[in-house]
């Protein structure tokens, strides 16, 4: 049963690095399940404090994923417009495949800027600011992923 178990565990990893960059797979909470799957087993022995850490930290990085395209468009000029358009386009994208989890954020970030009023180089400024964002989560995904699959290995090992 635990070579079972293990198996599933490392195909949560792998599935979870895989759900990091495509869209509609919750990649960090599927590794997350891994290392759970792994602790059923004898071989695995995480405290619970190291089980409890990394349940906030995939919580927070899967915040971030949504909120950090947001963040990009105000660091890269964006108006409050352009904000509420790139987090309206983070979940109108996810009804579009992953080109829409891509574009979504950017479109609606300049959208937002355009009904402002702002001049289309400013828009598309913002709009570059909310995909740079979009990179910076699916990043920190795939560290956080990796992360956790060398504590799976090393646990084993």
């Given at each position: 049963?635990?070579?079972?178990?293990?198996?599933?565990?490392?195909?949560?990893?792998?599935?979870?690095?895989?759900?990091?960059?495509?869209?509609?797979?919750?990649g960090t909470p599927i590794a997350y399940a891994g290392l759970w799957i792994a602790?059923?087993?004898?071989?695995?022995?995480?405290?619970?404090?190291f089980l409890l850490i990394w349940g906030i930290v995939v919580v927070v990085v899967s915040v971030l994923d949504y909120v950090v395209p947001a963040w990009g468009t105000k660091r890269y000029g964006g108006s409050k417009?352009?904000?509420?358009?790139?987090m309206i386009g983070v979940f109108v994208g996810l009804f579009f495949g992953a080109v829409g989890v891509i574009l979504g954020p950017l479109v609606g970030a300049v959208l937002g800027e355009l009904l402002s009023g702002k001049e289309l180089t400013n828009?598309?400024?913002?709009?570059?600011?909310?995909?740079?964002?979009?990179?910076?989560?699916?990043?920190?995904?795939?560290?956080?992923c990796g992360l956790m699959f060398t504590a799976l290995i090393q646990a084993i090992w």
């Open positions: 049963m635990d070579i079972f178990l293990l198996i599933l565990a490392f195909l949560c990893m792998l599935i979870g690095i895989i759900g990091c960059i495509v869209p509609g797979l919750p602790q059923a087993t004898d071989r695995v022995d995480f405290s619970w404090q417009w352009g904000v509420w358009g790139s828009a598309l400024k913002a709009g570059w600011g909310s995909f740079v964002g979009l990179l910076f989560g699916t990043i920190l995904k795939l560290i956080c």
